[in-house]
T-cell receptor, first 112, second 112 residues
């Protein structure tokens, strides 16, 4: 069964820093990986989806990379802002994408 | 506005009292799912539906029921809630043609 791990569980950085969040998965036979953002009291918002054929995907200050062979993905956030404070989750689909396996998330705090 | 809505957002109930959490999406999505989120365990899928009248179990279906009589609605039913069903519940949907999932705002359920 797929297991998804995110380290660290929590991270605090001063505003303006570049940072990297890590995600690892045990079964490399995936066909995509998604990064989500979760704000307190709100649902999950999809940030980036990387297909298995891609190495990375970019959206604004966010860049996600995927290395299937090593079972790793990273989310790079450039020039962090207090508004980036949230929990970031990565998820990989089970066959058919009817189920997503989620990591337990990294809670990011950006200090003004 | 494209969205997934859930009601209620917060619910406190007692053991054994039947309850229903509603989920509705306005994007004409075929796939809908229910997840529960617990500290240290991440999000786990309860049930999913591939289309009207087609539902199947996820990873943690015990104690839950679902129905999909209409494409836009996917209610989660707890016939006899127990304290171990205290959790944060999310409904999600996606189109059959894409991998990106859209999540509702969550329902925080407490069973006393």
């Amino acid at each position: 069964k797929q297991e998804v791990t995110q380290i660290p569980a929590a991270l605090s950085v001063p505003e303006g820093e570049n940072l990297v969040l890590n995600c690892s998965f045990t079964d490399s036979a995936i066909y995509n990986l998604q990064w989500f953002r979760q704000d307190p009291g709100k649902g999950l918002t999809s940030l980036l989806l990387i297909q298995s054929s891609q190495r990375e995907q970019t959206s604004g200050r966010l860049n996600a990379s995927l290395d299937k062979s090593s079972g790793r993905s990273t989310l790079y956030i450039a020039a962090s802002q207090p508004g980036d404070s949230a929990t970031y989750l990565c998820a990989v689909p089970q066959t058919g994408a009817n189920n997503l396996f989620f990591g337990t998330g990294t809670r990011l705090t950006v200090i003004p | 506005e494209a969205q997934v809505t859930q009601n209620p957002r917060y619910l406190i109930t007692v053991t054994g009292k039947k309850l229903t959490v509603t989920c509705s999406q306005n994007m004409n999505h075929e796939y809908m799912s229910w997840y529960r989120q617990d500290p240290g365990l991440g999000l786990r899928q309860i049930y999913y539906s591939m289309n009207v009248e087609v539902t199947d179990k996820g990873d943690v279906p015990e104690g839950y029921k679902v129905s999909r009589k209409e494409k836009r609605n996917f209610p989660l039913i707890l016939e006899s809630p127990s304290p171990n069903q205290t959790s944060l519940y999310f409904c999600a949907s996606r189109s059959a043609g894409t991998d990106t999932q859209y999540f509702g705002p969550g329902t925080r359920l407490t069973v006393l």
